[in-house]
């Protein structure tokens, strides 16, 4: 991603990102007396930093005064000056603020963002860049584009491309006007020039005149191919003319006895080799298409010097002279960005266009270059209502949540509530949040010494986060830093939040000596300007939805499909039960309808045993009953992943967690799958494993003996009752099927566990399609397929939005000939739903998994009293369109 580091030192083990610059001499008479070298020189360190802090969700930049005044001192107009250029037309206190503090000055920065500003936040650039290495014509020179100007360009080229479909538009030569009396091409299929000839043209936007260099004609070579060469290539080609001189368009060449054609005709194509390009269409890696020639110059019968021409033809996209001059901080080093990742964070991942079932939840173009889309399903929650239940601000009041994990930690820990109070006296209104640890909550390591965490939001404050420890440990403040530094992190470049931002680490102890100890570890902190404080209830909400979108987001399964990373959030159901404490729930059984999230859950799950356990990948197990799913599952690369099958052939020895997915299509032709797991996780009795178990007894695709315990023995137990995956026919459809399986079970599913049916929660507001068709043939039903895709891929979907479900294995072989014939498209099984193919697959492979558009074929079960139940699996892999094709008989439903 980075093309180099800076020397710039990014300071270790603080709650913010803080970049030392080293010194620097300040005030504005000192400066003026400075050698211009290094004047620039610390304005480049100053810039540089800056701009890292900028794309990289703020900070402080750190700067020793070595003029060592005691009195207050003005930073510079050089200095301001230059930071004024980096935000190029947005306010400069918007961004940046000041304080002298114990010989140090520090310049503290905003995150990056977009808008609100006057002018259309979406065609504002996403990220701050010293330089874009991009050039363009203007009349008769050559001129670097500024930040706004390059997000234009590119916008520009990126629709262009769309609109070719991806293709390249076909390049062309510079046109000129036909009354022109010798155009530039015609001069360029010269082979000889005579000495002081007079070209019969001027400079214009597609022309440009230099002559050689008496000095370094190499260097002076490279430097202008640099720069006339992409301007050129970015707009519609142009020549230019090395050797000619520019005001009385007089050919004089270089001397002969002053260079080497050979030599010379290396080193223009040397440069331009290295000119970086980026392509928005399907033509990469495609370099910039030119032609140049060296032309004998004559003086008097005798070569005397020679003419340098390059003929550029107009590029597709972009050319860059070099890499952008654009930083960021990542793994505490201040980093260079490529022109490929710069076009990429400079663009940034704009809303993708996704159809009207989602809602958006972020405003990308105004927030921090490292957001990422957000959406939730049409019908659930928005942001701002999630947190107005997780996480309200009451006028006047200071709100402890949640009240249930109060109240278990104050009788756990004697102390802690006299603690607390006396920590939130001087607070009148806000929200503590309570988390056993949220170190875990954010994805970073648990450390088991900690008791809690707290994290205030209050106004007239900034955020502030509490970490208890029952007793002096050496880690506690690293902890507490980290934890501080990842969240405030995460809150800008993941829940987008805007303003400025800072979160203050606290660590407490039960015993007050301890307390002590701790305050004097901060007594060398750096004080935060005032603006970084919470001022109402409004900024407050805006962070706490920030917060809501921390917590509750998770990678969509779209992403995949969609080319670029989008955020889904939980609902509160699943929020809570991923909020569960593991310790107190080693062992539980999660029963969830068809559609309410049971995989998401398990993974996230997973995460959340790898922190508070300290886990390796392979000390957890993840077992589902078909390979497609434990395919899906293992490519996440967070655990093992097996069938049950495979589960019940091996040992597993190192394995400590194990999660049990689609449970209820287990069996126990190999024996006893749950008495082995259970042992696995029981083999320490000091410190059991976790085991848990997902199933859902109205998707059973068998009447054999599932393995699983009898239900009412299954002591703890929790339910997933809200269906967010249908569009409203689908989930009608769901509806009667799912009655129909509670009216007459199959004789192996316990009739206390259809009762949550009464329960469930059907989200509304996604518009699809339910279609049965009967009495088709075969050749039909492959017609009817191929006519319907082909319909909706004229609509815009494509083929990896469509399964084409069998009710078994044996058919398939003839369906995929039929239908590679009929669609002429790659067609696959779902072990990989990554590629770009239509699945074609049986219902049970395809069980755990989804597509927007599914065909069920023919489906029909050995056992009709499963039929119900097999309905429900396949219908319930659509999201949004579900067709449902018969072979010669009527619909049974």
Request: hydrophobic letters at 35%; aromatic letters at 10%.
């Amino acid at each position: 991603m980075e093309r180099n580091r800076s020397l710039l030192e990014v300071k270790p083990f603080h709650y913010d990102v803080i970049i030392n610059v080293g010194k620097v001499i300040l005030g504005e008479q000192k400066r003026n007396k400075l050698q211009k070298d290094q004047r620039y020189q610390e304005k480049v360190k100053v810039k540089q930093a800056a701009c890292a802090l900028l794309n990289s969700g703020g900070g402080m930049i750190e700067i020793e005064m070595a003029n060592e005044e005691e009195h207050s001192i003005e930073m510079g107009c050089d200095l301001e000056e230059a930071l004024r250029e980096l935000i190029e037309s947005r306010d400069f206190h918007s961004f940046f603020e000041t304080k002298q503090q114990s010989g140090y000055f520090y310049i503290f920065v905003k995150s990056w963002s977009s808008g609100p500003f006057s002018r259309d936040s979406s065609l504002m650039p996403r990220i701050c860049s010293l330089s874009s290495s991009l050039y363009y014509r203007s009349e008769t020179s050559v001129k670097l584009m500024n930040s706004e100007k390059a997000f234009r360009f590119l916008n520009e080229k990126k629709s262009n491309a769309t609109e070719m479909s991806g293709n390249c538009p076909p390049r062309k030569n510079p046109r000129y006007e036909d009354s022109e009396l010798d155009s530039p091409n015609k001069v360029f299929q010269r082979d000889r020039f005579e000495y002081g000839e007079i070209l019969p043209f001027p400079e214009s936007r597609y022309v440009e005149f230099k002559q050689f260099s008496t000095k370094n004609i190499e260097k002076y070579l490279k430097c202008t191919i640099s720069e006339y060469i992409p301007a050129f290539a970015n707009e519609k080609g142009g020549y230019l003319f090395i050797g000619v001189d520019d005001k009385s368009k007089e050919v004089l060449g270089c001397p002969k006895e002053n260079v080497n054609i050979d030599k010379l005709s290396g080193i223009i194509e040397e440069s331009i080799s290295k000119l970086h390009t980026y392509h928005f269409c399907d033509s990469r890696p495609m370099a910039v298409d030119y032609e140049s020639k060296i032309i004998n110059v004559f003086k008097n019968g005798i070569l005397h010097s020679f003419l340098c021409i390059i003929q550029v033809k107009a590029f597709c996209c972009a050319v860059f002279s070099g890499n952008p001059s654009s930083w960021i901080v990542k793994d505490n080093e201040v980093c260079s960005l490529t022109s490929e990742k710069w076009v990429q964070m400079m663009m940034g991942d704009t809303n993708p266009e996704l159809s009207e079932d989602f809602e958006s939840q972020l405003n990308i173009s105004e927030s921090s270059p490292s957001c990422r889309p957000v959406y939730t399903k049409k019908g659930l929650k928005h942001k701002k209502d999630l947190q107005q239940q997780l996480f309200p601000v009451k006028p006047g009041s200071l709100l402890l949540t949640p009240t249930s994990l109060w109240t278990e930690l104050c009788s756990e820990h004697e102390g802690l509530q006299e603690l607390m109070n006396n920590q939130l006296h001087p607070f009148f209104q806000g929200v503590l949040i309570l988390s056993r640890s949220w170190a875990v909550d954010l994805s970073l390591k648990e450390n088991k010494r900690v008791l809690c965490d707290a994290l205030l939001i209050a106004q007239n404050s900034p955020p502030i986060l509490y970490t208890i420890l029952g007793e002096q440990d050496a880690d506690g403040w690293f902890y507490c830093t980290k934890t501080a530094f990842t969240l405030k992190q995460k809150l800008v470049n993941m829940g987008g939040y805007t303003k400025r931002l800072i979160v203050i680490p606290k660590l407490l102890h039960l015993c007050p000596e301890s307390n002590v100890q701790s305050l004097r570890c901060l007594s060398s902190s750096i004080d935060y300007p005032k603006s970084y404080n919470l001022v109402d209830t409004c900024q407050m909400e805006a962070l706490l939805q920030s917060l809501v979108v921390v917590m509750l987001g998770f990678r969509s399964f779209l992403s995949d499909q969609l080319g670029c990373e989008v955020l889904n959030l939980l609902t509160l159901q699943q929020y809570e039960l991923i909020s569960k404490n593991l310790r107190k729930h080693r062992e539980l059984f999660i029963h969830g309808f068809p559609g309410t999230g049971k995989t998401i859950i398990a993974l996230k799950i997973i995460e959340k045993i790898r922190n508070v356990f300290h886990c390796e990948t392979n000390d957890i197990l993840y077992v589902c009953e078909n390979q497609p799913l434990r395919n899906f599952v293992g490519n996440k690369k967070i655990c093992r992943a097996e069938t049950r099958k495979k589960f019940m052939n091996d040992d597993y020895e190192n394995i400590q967690h194990i999660i049990m997915d689609e449970a209820q299509n287990f069996r126990t032709e190999d024996g006893d799958w749950y008495a082995k797991a259970k042992a696995i996780t029981q083999k320490n009795k000091n410190c059991p494993g976790i085991l848990w178990i997902f199933l859902d007894y109205f998707q059973t695709s068998h009447t054999e003996d599932s393995g699983l315990p009898n239900f009412l023995v299954q002591n703890s137990k929790e339910e997933l009752t809200k269906v967010v995956r249908n569009s409203d026919q689908v989930a009608k459809f769901l509806q009667k099927e799912i009655d129909r399986v509670r009216r007459k079970p199959p004789d192996n599913i316990p009739l206390g566990s259809l009762e949550m049916l009464h329960e469930v929660e059907w989200v509304q507001g996604v518009q699809g399609t339910l279609t049965t068709e009967t009495n088709l043939t075969l050749k039909g039903t492959v017609d009817y397929v191929a006519q319907t895709c082909k319909s909706l891929f004229e609509r815009g979907y494509s083929a990896k939005d469509v399964a084409v479900l069998l009710s078994t294995t044996k058919d398939l072989d003839f369906f995929y000939r039929k239908l590679r014939m009929k669609m002429r498209m790659l067609i696959g099984n779902a072990s990989n739903l990554q590629n770009d193919h239509i699945v074609l697959d049986s219902v049970r492979r395809f069980s755990g998994l989804e597509r927007t558009i599914v065909f069920g074929i023919h489906p029909h079960t050995a056992d009709p009293t499963i039929l119900g139940n097999f309905l429900v699996c396949l219908a319930s892999r659509a999201n949004k369109h579900l067709y449902i094709l018969w072979h010669n008989v009527q619909c049974p439903f």
